[in-house]
Nanobody, 118 residues
Framework: QVQLVESGGGLVEAGGSLRLSCAASGIIVSFNVMSWHRQAPGKQREVVATMTRGGNTNYADSVKGRFTISRDNAKNTVYLQMNSLKPEDTAVYFC????????????WGQGTLVTVSS
């Protein structure tokens, strides 16, 4: 069974940090384009950070310099380190695994809520 399970969300004060984890089963994260997305109340889901199979990363302008996506192949887990959090970072964060570029599909996790208080 293919599954992505996010964890690490919670309530944090502005300026604080959180690390989200995305544990994968049924797929190998290093064989996928892995990404983190977020959806704030009343807004569309947006991509936050992406990591290619080769380990190259890309970030939304709004989080560049504050968020870091990383991957632990041994644990088959992807992380999102979030520093200097702002109230506007409040959202449900989703992990995504994508192999559509090689004829596969994408898989979403269930999401984890991050709330940043001012």
């Amino acid at each position: 069974q293919v599954q992505l399970v996010e964890s690490g969300g919670g309530l944090v004060e502005a300026g604080g940090s959180l690390r989200l984890s995305c544990a994968a089963s049924g797929i190998i994260v290093s064989f996928n384009v892995m990404s983190w997305h977020r959806q704030a109340p009343g807004k569309q889901r947006e991509v936050v950070a992406t990591m290619t199979r080769g380990g190259n990363t890309n970030y939304a302008d709004s989080v560049k310099g504050r968020f870091t996506i990383s991957r632990d192949n041994a644990k088959n887990t992807v992380y999102l380190q979030m520093n200097s959090l702002k109230p506007e970072d409040t959202a449900v964060y989703f992990c995504n695994a994508d192999t559509r570029d090689i004829g596969g599909r994408q898989v979403w996790g269930q999401g984890t809520l991050v709330t940043v208080s001012s």
